[in-house]
């Protein structure tokens, strides 16, 4: 019967979620690893070959200063810087001799060099020379070190051309850059391969995803399957029903004239003539909400769908031996709702309580204010409700009862009708310290 009133039979929202994970989102993070990783590798090596080959320029000068401490004592006892000649390796060593008139070679040739000048001045044992300074004194266009050391009112200066360590230098920048290379390599095949290895799992997750929501699709239209079947059945059902329903309405009329004087049959008539009448527009209401109408509403207070219910459904409770309750907050807001059909719901509510408990068992209806909406709710002390029952509860034909006890429709119906009003159907254990199963409606209270 309410095959053509199904709400959103597919869940859009949880495919195009799920399709927002795409196996590029956490690569990057991997990609900025790899690259900063490189570059600190790359600043740490450049950092150690720098210090490596001040060191040992550091080295050099210091044999150029001990060198030229000997050529002072040399000059202190031979007195002529001619002596110093053998000390010199042409291309390579030069010594020179710092006097009054300035920078001298050994030859007594007059000579500048602005970086050895400025050493002296400063009284500093050593310095560096660069490519131009060394070609200006004759040596190759190489960095050369310089040691000075004083000789009585004369300075000795032993420059020497760096040849080992600028080629040493040289040798550990290829070695810096091999390195480097090497372990840019090294990092890129284990970047790439926890790259493959990510992309895999996240393309995992997608396909997973993605067969979880085609799943959940195909449940969704199953059960949109079922309502459809369920909203043909209900339309056969409620025509073939008409028929007799109206031979007992029109019957009972007939009975009604001819059992004045008997009180007791009078009553049963009007009983038969009213429930028949109920089933009627029960029938009416929910053939007009199978065919996409809206539920006829009128302003109702919860109390009088209690009553209502309760008196449906007063003698299952007392042929099964269960006590129902009933607690009603006082003040609640009133409800717009099909009043027939709203009822349906609580009787349906009601009477699954009901078939949960055993002959003993107690089952209370509770009307409380929730917010802006006003609750419905039955609770039992039977079993309670397992998690997958409880979600498949709603299913058209869902059913746990046996064979001629459960028709597996209670619910559903419930849930279109609840549906219609704009209202929440739950059911699920009650888990607060007690037996049983709570089913609660709850829907929004007119002002
Ligand atoms: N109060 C309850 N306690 C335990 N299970 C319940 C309760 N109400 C409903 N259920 C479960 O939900 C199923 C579907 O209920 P319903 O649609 O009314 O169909 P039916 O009553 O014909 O089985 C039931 O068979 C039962 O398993
Ligand atoms: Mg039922």
Redesign the pocket.
Known sequence: MYGMTIRAPLNGDSVAARESITPMNKPRSIIVWMVLTIIAIGLAAYWDDQRESAAALDDFAHEQVTLARAAARTLDVAGTPATLRSIEEPGSVLVLVSGPTGLLTTEGTPTTSPAIEDAIRHGATSTRLSRPEAAALGLPARTAMAGVAMSGHTTVVVVATAFKERDREVRAQWRLALSFLFCSAVVLAFGTLALRKQRKELELAHELAVAEAIRERDTRLVRADKLATLGALGIGIAHEVSTPLGVIVGRAEQLSSRVTGDERAARAVAAISEQADRIGKIIRALLNLARGGDATLERVRPNTIVSDAIELVQHRFDQEGVTLSQRIEPDLRSISCDAKLFTQVVV?LLL??C??CTSGGHVELIVSAKGEHVSFSVL?D????SED?AAR?TEPF????AAGR???????IANEIVGHHHGKLH?ASRGDGHR??E?RVDIKGLT
């Open positions: 349906n699954n309580a078939d949960a039992d039977g079993d309670g409700i029952a509860a869902f059913t746990t009862k459960g028709t597996g429709l209670g619910l559903a059911i049983g199963t089913a």
